[in-house]
C-alpha cells in the first residue's frame, strides 16, 4: 500500500477498460485520480468506485480549450499535479486504401492530438511543484505492421517518437519530469472487443502465466502504469514498456 501516496494523478479516458484499470489500480495505491472521460457518466462511475477522494470531469482530449479547463481545474483543486496517464484511444479497422482523410485525422486527432495537447499543458503544472511521471500509452502497433489497424498504429507510433522527445527535453531543461511509453499488446478491454467483432462479449483471462496469443487482462497494464507513476521507476526514462507475453519478439 502506499505506492503513490499523497500524489495526484489524471488519467485520460478512465471510464472503463485500461484507463478505469489504472485508475482503479492508482487509488488503491494512495493517489488522488482525477477520472477523465469524453462520456461523463463512465467517468463519475469509476470515480464513485474507487473512492480516495476522486474525482470525475468531462474532458475531449482533442480539444485544446477543454484540456486547459481540466488544467485550470486541477490546479485550482488540488494545487498540483504528480502523474499523467494518458491513455484515451479509439480504434479503426481500415487499411492505409480503406481510411478516409477524416477517419485518419479523427483517430489522430484523439491519440496524437491528445498526448501532445495533454503534455503541452499538465508539464507546467507538475513543473511548478515537485515533477512527476507522465504516462503515455501507445501499442504494439507501433512496434509491429498491423494493415487494418493502420490509422491507430500511426498514432501510437506518434506518442511513441513524442514520448522520447518530451523526456530529453525534460531533462534538457532540468525539470524533474520524467516521461515513458507504455505498449500493451492484445489485452481484454471494450476496444479490443470491438476490433475483434465481438463488442460486449468479454473473454475471462486466466490467471498465472498465460499462454501465447491470449489476451491479457487489463490490471496487466496498470500494473506497469502504477510502476512508472511510482518513484520506484525513477531511473526509467523515455523507455518502452512493452506489455505483450512476448509477441513482439516472436520470430514469427
Same mark, same amino acid.
Not at 470515480?47 to 481540466?70: C, F, K, M, S
Not at 479509439?90 to 486527432?109: G, S
Not at 501499442?139 to 501510437?156: E, N, R
Not at 525539470?175 to 475471462?204: D, F, L
Given at each position: ?5 499523497? @500524489? !495526484?494523478?489524471?488519467?485520460?479516458? &478512465? ?61 485550482? %483543486?488540488?494545487? %498540483? ?7 484515451? &484511444? !479509439? ?13 485518419? %485525422? ?17 508539464? =507546467? ?21 498491423? =494493415? ?7 498514432? @501510437?507510433?506518434?506518442?511513441?517518437? +513524442? ?12 525539470? @524533474? ?14 476496444? !479490443? ?17 498465460? @499462454? ?28 518502452? +514498456? ?7 519478439? %516472436?520470430?514469427?
Amino acid at each position: 500500500m502506499g505506492r503513490v501516496e499523497g @500524489k !495526484v494523478a489524471l488519467v485520460t479516458g &478512465g471510464g472503463s477498460g485500461l484507463g478505469a484499470a489504472d485508475c482503479e489500480a492508482l487509488a488503491r495505491e494512495g493517489a488522488t485520480v482525477v477520472v477523465t472521460d469524453v462520456r461523463i457518466e463512465t467517468a463519475q462511475r469509476v470515480a464513485h468506485r474507487i473512492g480516495n477522494g476522486a474525482v470525475a470531469l468531462a474532458l475531449d482530449v482533442a480539444a485544446e480549450e477543454a484540456w486547459i479547463a481540466t488544467i485550470q481545474a486541477i490546479e485550482q %483543486r488540488f494545487g %498540483r499535479l504528480d502523474i499523467l496517464v494518458n491513455n484515451a &484511444g !479509439v480504434v479503426l479497422n481500415a487499411d492505409v486504401e480503406e481510411t478516409t482523410l477524416e477517419q485518419y %485525422r479523427w483517430v489522430n486527432a484523439v491519440m496524437s492530438d491528445g498526448v501532445f495537447l495533454g503534455c503541452k499543458h499538465a508539464i =507546467p503544472l507538475m513543473n511548478r511543484n515537485d515533477g512527476g511521471s507522465i504516462i503515455n500509452m501507445s501499442s504494439t502497433g507501433a512496434l509491429l505492421g498491423y =494493415p487494418i489497424f493502420f490509422a491507430y498504429s500511426a498514432a @501510437k507510433g506518434a506518442v511513441r517518437s +513524442m514520448t522520447k522527445s518530451i523526456a530529453v527535453m525534460c531533462q534538457e531543461k532540468g525539470y @524533474k519530469i520524467r516521461c515513458n511509453s507504455v505498449h500493451p499488446g492484445s489485452i481484454e478491454t471494450p476496444m !479490443v472487443q470491438q476490433a475483434e467483432g465481438r463488442a460486449g462479449q468479454e473473454q475471462a483471462v486466466p490467471e498465472g502465466v498465460l @499462454k501465447p496469443g491470449q489476451s491479457g487482462h487489463p490490471k496487466d497494464v496498470a500494473a506497469m502504469v502504477l510502476f512508472l507513476a511510482s518513484d520506484e521507476s525513477r531511473f526509467v526514462n523515455g523507455a518502452e +514498456m512493452v506489455v505483450d507475453n512476448g509477441v513482439t519478439i %516472436r520470430p514469427f
